[in-house]
């Protein structure tokens, strides 16, 4: 180590040079970094829903669908129907718009409006199973253009588009833009408005906690460059890498910010101290000091917190295993440059004039005696703890059971969100936001194939949380009724042609997503009157009972099936993830302190800052999400640390002959400061996330507060409490 050391010190130049020109290399190329909205795109291809949905799209085209909802107290009059009906034909114009369908597209409905007084028009369109309450609400206050989007189609060129035709043709109507195309466009537009919100505000935090910290400009300047470059590094690597920005990814620059000042701030607190009580040696030798004794500690904490961050990769969202990649990467450069750099800079910067204020001194004096008295009251009262924090556990672990799961990204944002005002009006009066298709795979000419689908249609109307069905056998029963006959489907092959080619000469368009051109598959669209993945995944369980066995439907699939998938994935990837992680960072401990019991007792704080974390969760209604999943994995890798510390210094003090007692005390006064900096500076770090426009974002910027203050209090209270009732030793007597 004093071989290294003796280097930085001695070429701080080359250091700092090589240094900057990484980041600044590397953080040239994120401007090139592209943003990628689909929440669809988060998830492996190979997935069975995201295959089944595949193969829906290349049977039917695109499943993509756009609604625009008109609303007036007005609505039937001609003047409100004539803006729909103008804007509709717009629509049908643009390039990717597979199929348009709105009311007043329907055979003789504008001639009506003429013809028929409101009450008389109402009563006809009540008969119409094709429109009431899917192309008009149930009370005549809104009407929808529904829009089919092809899959290939570019969506925010597209939804821009279709607001452009709407203010282009203005009327009395409010209009509320609804569907994924929408939703996805929305996110698109708050994930980079995050991510310019994060990261000033992350860095003036920082900046504010660095000088509460340490009162002079090295104090905050050192950490804050280092965590800049390891952001520019982070993600620099994005476009390179050939990935994009996503919702998740809005994380990086927080999690560096949290993160990667920790070993910088390590170094430079050493180096004030070691500067007040040897304030006759050069800053080269303190520095070289410094570096010589905290390069093991802090290559130990950054080391285990990379080992957390990368159990990451083996979450089921690619973009939350692009995180751990990138965030492993960043921390690492950070790790490095403040064993390096910030040394580097220390020689070159510090002329030997700094002196710490009178203010640090004695707010340092305060903390030092408030921890003092916590060791003593720790010593004294072991056992009294231990128990108390095992009733708090076990009062926290029964909340577990109660932990909701979601993945739905119409829950990214709050109930007064445009988002999920749109949801609630399209499942209360418009049949259902998500969609199941049920595929149907069979002689369509036939008509007992076409009563089976029928059959199965009725069946699954009746299930819960389901709102309106489509097939191309529902579309048969309503040209009969037109037709003036009864709502039942054609019983001969010749009738059942009639029919089709009726279809054929008018718009045939109207049912390409409801049946193949050659007549061999169909497919049931089910809508769902809810957004709860529970009840999606209710009814897809129920649909996929219903057609288990039978020949003529071979599956199942559509976007909201992507979700239900999504649900066990998610729960799945949790439990492997956590245990991954804990059994890496409990056997990187053992090796560090070549201890088996030193591993053993670092896992149990970390155990229960996990079931604190989860029971809260559940007590609290936070749902386990795409973004809260991933915090057991970073709470892990970074509380980690701070039992790292305390076993460090109590390991060296139990060495020297003293007691647990007082190897306690002496390590808490040691580090117990430090520790608290630390963990108040992730805290503060992730702090900014509750501003984001994201749900999950912000209940995650919560849940690591507690994770952390959690993992802290382990460090402070519950692992001395252990040391000092099993008189552990955790070194070997030479």
């Not at 279709?162 to 996110?187: H, K, Q, S, W, Y």
């Not at 960072?585 to 155990?607: N, Q, R, W």
Request: hydrophobic content about 50%; aromatic content about 8%; glycine content about 6%.
């Amino acid at each position: 180590m004093k071989k290294f050391s003796d280097y930085i010190t001695s070429n701080p130049y080359k250091i700092i040079v090589l240094f900057a020109l990484i980041s600044i290399g590397l953080g040239a190329f994120l401007p090139m970094a592209q943003v990628d909205p689909d929440v669809q795109n988060m998830l492996p291809e190979n997935m069975e829903s995201r295959v089944a949905l595949k193969k829906i799209e290349t049977f039917f085209g695109g499943t993509k669908m756009a609604m625009l909802l008109f609303t007036s107290d007005t609505l039937l009059s001609e003047k409100s129907m004539s803006r729909i009906a103008s804007i509709a034909e717009k629509v049908k114009t643009v390039k990717g718009v597979q199929q348009v369908n709105s009311i007043t597209g329907f055979p003789g409905f504008m001639d009506s409006l003429k013809t028929k007084t409101s009450e008389e028009l109402k009563s006809k369109l009540k008969s119409l199973d094709m429109v009431y309450g899917r192309m008009i609400s149930k009370d005549f206050r809104t009407a929808s253009i529904i829009i089919s989007l092809d899959s290939a189609a570019p969506e925010y060129e597209m939804t821009k588009k279709l607001r452009e035709i709407v203010a282009g043709l203005p009327g009395d109507e409010d209009v509320v833009f609804g569907g994924m195309p929408f939703v996805n466009e929305i996110i698109q537009d708050d994930i980079p408005k995050d991510m310019a919100l994060f990261m000033p505000a992350g860095i003036i935090l920082m900046i504010l906690f660095l000088f509460f910290c340490f009162r002079e400009a090295k104090g905050v300047v050192m950490p804050l460059v280092v965590v800049v470059m390891s952001i520019l590094v982070g993600m620099g690597l994005i476009p390179i890498l050939g990935w994009k920005i996503q919702m998740v990814t809005i994380l990086l620059p927080v999690i560096l910010i949290a993160i990667a000042n920790n070993y910088g701030i390590h170094i430079v607190s050493r180096y004030q101290l070691e500067k007040k009580e040897n304030s006759l040696r050069t800053n080269r030798e303190i520095a070289s000091k410094v570096v010589s004794e905290l390069t093991a500690p802090v290559l130990a904490t950054g080391l285990t917190t990379v080992a957390g961050l990368l159990c990451l990769v083996t979450h089921i969202i690619i973009p939350a295993g692009q995180l751990g990649i990138l965030s492993s990467i960043g921390v690492v450069f950070a790790l490095f440059a403040s064993l390096l750099f910030v040394p580097a800079l220390l020689v070159i910067t510090d002329k030997n004039k700094d002196k710490t204020s009178e203010s640090v001194n004695s707010e340092l004096s305060i903390a030092d005696k408030f921890i003092e008295k916590a060791a003593v009251v720790i010593t004294k009262n072991s056992g009294k703890i231990l128990l108390l924090v095992v009733a708090f556990t076990v009062v926290a672990a029964i909340g577990i059971k109660y932990i909701r799961v979601d993945s739905n990204p119409v829950n990214f944002y709050g109930p007064d969100s445009d988002i999920v005002k749109m949801s609630k009006l399209i499942n209360s009066e418009f049949g259902g936001a998500q969609v199941i298709s049920i595929i149907a795979e069979g002689d369509l000419n036939n008509p007992e194939v076409l009563q089976k689908i029928d059959n199965l249609e009725s069946r699954i109307s009746e299930l819960k949380n389901v709102g309106n069905t489509m097939s191309i056998a529902r579309v048969l029963k309503s040209i009969s009724v037109v037709g003036g006959g009864k709502s039942e489907l054609p019983k001969t092959y010749g009738r059942l042609q009639q029919y089709y080619s009726g279809i054929m000469m008018n718009d045939p368009a109207s049912v390409s997503s409801l049946m193949t051109f050659d007549r061999k598959k169909a497919q049931i669209m089910v809508q769902i009157t809810s957004e709860s993945n529970s009840a999606i995944k209710s009814v897809k369980k129920e649909i996929d009972a219903l057609i288990a066995g039978d020949t003529l439907f071979p599956f199942s699939g559509g976007s909201a099936s992507i979700f239900t998938e999504l649900i066990d994935k998610v729960v799945s990837g949790q439990v492997f993830t956590l245990i991954a992680s804990l059994f890496i960072i409990t056997f990187l401990v053992m090796i560090f302190f070549k201890s088996f019991v030193a591993g053993l007792i670092s896992f149990i704080p970390l155990a229960i800052a996990l079931i604190f974390l989860f029971g809260f969760m559940g007590y609290s209604g936070v749902t386990l999400d795409i973004s809260t999943a991933m915090l057991s994995s970073i709470m892990i890798g970074v509380g980690v640390d701070y039992t790292i510390h305390f076993l460090w210094k109590y390991r060296d003090e139990r060495s020297k002959g003293n007691s647990s007692e007082n190897a306690v005390t002496a390590s808490l006064k040691m580090v117990g400061r430090g520790i608290v900096f630390n963990a108040l500076s992730v805290v503060i770090g992730f702090s900014v996330l509750i501003l984001s426009s994201f749900e999950p974002i912000k209940f995650f910027g919560y849940l690591i507060a507690l994770s952390i203050s959690t993992c802290m209090i382990g460090a402070l209270v519950i692992l001395p409490a252990i040391c000092v009732k099993f008189n552990l030793k955790l070194y070997r007597e030479r």
